[in-house]
């Protein structure tokens, strides 16, 4: 933690000031026809402030995004649809749903890929094209189809998060189903294993490590796919409509922070993720690292 401490807050203070700097750039050309048409001649101090204070700036500053995220968060009702709680939690209902799915699903292909030669020559390939289709061409789709048949709501946006999640899950799986080495399967045959006492005593502990790190990319990948799943619904909630409504009225500030809600809701769940995978680990008998 000492160690990380200090390269991560320079980072981290080396993108705020970047980020200064842009503000002022992209704001200042709009500030200075503000001050052109009321007839007022501003100084260098005068300007960036004035860039930095703006109701609805191009790009807001990091002050402002981090006051609108506080207020939208710790001083509003969570029930409010103005608080970013209350938004985080309908996206977030849908993306647990997807990512559950989407795992649960990239394990089940993972496993007949690896026992089923065919599966494997044939479908890889298609799960591959898959995820070249961009998911804003796939997503209105999902939506339109499902709401033809009287499915609307939660499922097609968990759905969504399906397509995305399922992918890194499935092959994670299958590079750890097939990371035992070719002595460890001797052995195992030597024993007289049967194919599914060889599946849970080598292939599934030896995928366990694989899993969690796929994992880890699915629930973000999840969530992604919750919030572009809001988008074309026309959601009154969540964090997709927050953006949308930010865009509509042109309310960058609060685009900004419901930007910054997803990530952090994004790295929650891969926290919880990876405490998940010490957890499963330190239960099969690894090494605490």
């Known amino acids: 933690m000492r160690k990380s401490i200090i390269p991560v807050t320079s980072i981290l203070a080396g993108i705020v000031v970047i980020w ?11 500030q200075r026809d503000l001050d052109r048409r009321a007839g007022v001649t501003s100084s260098f101090s005068e300007l960036v402030a004035k860039t930095m204070s703006q109701p609805k700036p191009t790009l807001p500053a990091p002050h402002q995004v981090a006051q609108n995220f506080f207020e939208n968060t710790f001083l509003r009702k969570i029930t409010s649809n103005r608080s970013l709680v209350y938004h985080a939690w309908v ?34 390939p298609w799960i591959i094209a898959s995820q070249t289709i961009p998911i804003l061409a796939v997503a209105p789709m999902i939506i339109v189809v499902l709401a033809a ?13 399906t397509y995305l999640s399922f992918f890194p899950v499935a092959v994670g799986m299958v590079k750890g189903l097939r990371s035992p080495e070719l ?10 294993a049967s194919r599914a006492q060889t599946f849970w005593k080598l292939r599934v502990p ?6 969690f790190a796929s994992m880890k990319v699915a629930v973000a990948a999840s969530l992604v796919g919750a919030i572009v799943g809001e988008l074309p619904t026309g959601a009154v909630a969540g964090i997709g409509a927050k ?15 419901a930007l910054v809600a997803g990530s ?10 990876g405490l998940a995978g010490r957890i499963v680990d330190r239960a099969m008998g690894g090494r605490p690292v």
């Open 206 to 211: 030896a995928s366990v490590p694989y899993l």
């Open 20 to 30: 200064y700097v842009g503000v002022f750039f992209m704001n200042a050309p709009f």
């Open 243 to 257: 953006l949308l409504a930010g865009a509509y009225y042109s309310q960058t500030i609060d685009i900004w922070s």
């Open 91 to 124: 996206t977030l209902s849908s993306t647990l749903l997807g990512f559950a799915m989407g795992t649960v699903l990239g394990i089940v292909i993972a496993v007949g890929i690896v026992h089923v030669t065919t599966l494997d020559r044939s479908l890889m």
């Open 183 to 192: 002595m460890n399967l001797d052995l195992m045959h030597t024993y007289n």
């Open 149 to 161: 048949v009287g499915i609307t709501g939660l499922i097609p946006k968990a759905l969504i998060s």
């Open 264 to 273: 952090v809701v994004a790295a929650l769940l891969v926290v919880v993720v």
